[in-house]
């Protein structure tokens, strides 16, 4: 006895092999056999519709969302075209905060603003007796300045007086507590 009716026959043009357990590509909706049923194995022409990797741009390397259903090459290609914030003459600068003490020429990659005069000093002029501030009175005390400028300058009278009065005043406010 024969049964024409029972199985299938391999989609694949090189196979052709009647299958009685045929698998069904779910994209294509077409019958394989076991060595056929997988998307590459058949070279289906709908995998892109499966496959949910998201692309990346080469130039800027940021993922480009794509919609199901869509190529992403063509969807790649289009943001290149368009939304793509790369430029390749154009680099973005890192150390953008240049300081504001006069003669000096050296930039920072964070601004480091002083209290009293608002200025964007770099590190070694970051303190208010470093870049010689005059604004909002006299400064707070010569504790923060750079090691150079302290070892170049005599402690005078008044610098002792302020450091000490400084210092005193700190005490006083731990002892309060």
């Given amino acids: 006895m024969e049964f024409p009716d029972l199985g299938k026959h391999c989609s694949e ?17 077409q019958d394989f056999c076991k060595e056929h049923f ?18 990346v741009c080469p130039l800027c390397n940021k993922p480009v969302p794509i919609r199901k259903g869509e190529i992403p090459d063509a969807v790649v290609g289009e943001h290149m075209d368009r939304d793509c914030k790369y430029r390749p003459g154009k680099r973005e600068k890192i150390f953008t905060y240049r300081c504001s003490k006069a003669g000096c020429k050296k930039k920072e990659m964070l601004q480091v603003a002083c209290d009293q005069c608002r200025g964007s000093f770099c590190i070694q002029h970051r303190h208010p ?8 009175g006299r400064p707070v005390g010569t504790a923060g300045c750079s090691a ?11 610098s002792t007086t302020l450091a000490s009065s400084w210092l005193a005043q700190r005490f006083r406010s731990k002892v309060k507590r």
């Fill in 38 to 55: 997988t998307c590459a194995a058949h070279n289906c022409p709908f995998a892109f519709k499966k496959d949910v990797q998201v692309p």
């Fill in 148 to 158: 150079a400028r302290a070892s170049d300058s005599r402690p005078s009278g008044a």
């Fill in 129 to 136: 007796l470093d870049h010689g501030c005059t604004r909002g």
């Fill in 13 to 29: 043009q090189t196979c052709k092999q009647l299958d009685f357990l045929p698998f069904k590509c779910d994209v294509c909706k």
